[in-house]
């Protein structure tokens, strides 16, 4: 029993560590970096429930998510879309994920009124903004 719950604690940690270092990556001065750490957060926060972790993390994380929304192009912006979608749906529609929303509402308008922007960037922000405004808006306007 105890044994499993001690091996359980640590793939729990390490999957932590791994999550972290994803988070830190985002800010890596290469896109395609950037974009491996985008995919392996859309599919952590895709699979499991990490409310707890994000919690805790959710300001450095949404200001990582903003910078790659600024600098990113493309598939980059598509994917922090999708991340930030996901992310919304962990953190609930409490003062947290209010925060987190109201913070990247103007740069999800910015990218999807850009004509220049990819369509598949433009459809991501447009999904985010939809299910973001759905799950954490408090204002209903």
Do not use: N, W
Request: aromatic share 2%; net charge negative.
């Amino acid at each position: 029993g105890s044994e499993a719950a001690g091996e359980q604690g640590q793939e729990e940690e390490e999957a932590e560590d791994r999550l972290k270092e994803h988070m830190d990556s985002l800010l890596d001065k290469s896109a395609k970096t950037r974009q491996a750490a985008l995919q392996s957060l859309r599919l952590a926060f895709s699979s499991k429930t990490l409310s707890e972790f994000l919690l805790e993390r959710r300001l450095t994380l949404t200001d990582s998510l903003e910078k790659c929304l600024k600098k990113g192009k493309g598939e980059e912006q598509a994917l922090v879309g999708t991340v930030l979608t996901l992310l919304c749906l962990q953190m609930g529609s409490g003062p947290e994920g209010e925060e987190v929303f109201r913070s990247l509402k103007p740069l999800l308008v910015s990218v999807l009124t850009d004509g220049t922007a990819s369509p598949s960037a433009r459809q991501s922000c447009a999904t985010a903004l939809g299910m973001c405004c759905y799950i954490a808006a408090a204002d209903l306007e």
